[in-house]
């Protein structure tokens, strides 16, 4: 499970621009444009989840549950919640290719309540092996 600690940031990021910059070009690399995304989203309301996102030619086509009333993200679109964050928390990505797998923003700093985080169960890849990256236990 994943805790948001609430205090004070120094304004600092805890994220390499070479790591993250790594990561991306690994998922760049992949050339992934159809895949199905599995992640729980975690904020001041709870744990949401899971909830799968089919991805289309890099676009998100399809969710489920399909509740309008929740974010969708692809992998490209978590990425640039990291580049965009004010402060990055933490921010892993799998080692293969370097899709995040576990991030958690401060998208505007010293704004209350809008930390989230993501937690990606898998991204599964058609006629490719399902690459698990987080259990649901953890």
Request: net charge negative.
């Amino acid at each position: 499970m994943l805790l948001f600690v609430a205090g004070c940031s120094d304004g600092s990021n805890s994220l390499s621009d070479q790591r993250l910059a790594e990561a991306s070009e690994r998922w760049e690399n992949a050339d992934v444009q159809n895949y199905t995304i599995t992640y729980f989203v975690v904020s001041g309301l709870g744990r949401i989840g899971p909830t799968a996102v089919e991805v289309q030619d890099g676009e998100v086509v399809k969710a489920d549950p399909d509740d309008p009333t929740q974010r969708l993200f692809s992998v490209n679109d978590l990425f640039e919640e990291i580049e965009s964050a004010d402060v990055v928390l933490n921010a892993e990505f799998d080692p293969d290719l370097g899709y995040p797998t576990r991030i958690a923003l401060d998208p505007i700093e010293n704004h209350i309540d809008d930390e989230f985080g993501v937690q990606v169960v898998m991204v599964e890849v058609p006629g490719g092996p399902s690459e698990a990256v987080l259990s649901l236990d953890r």
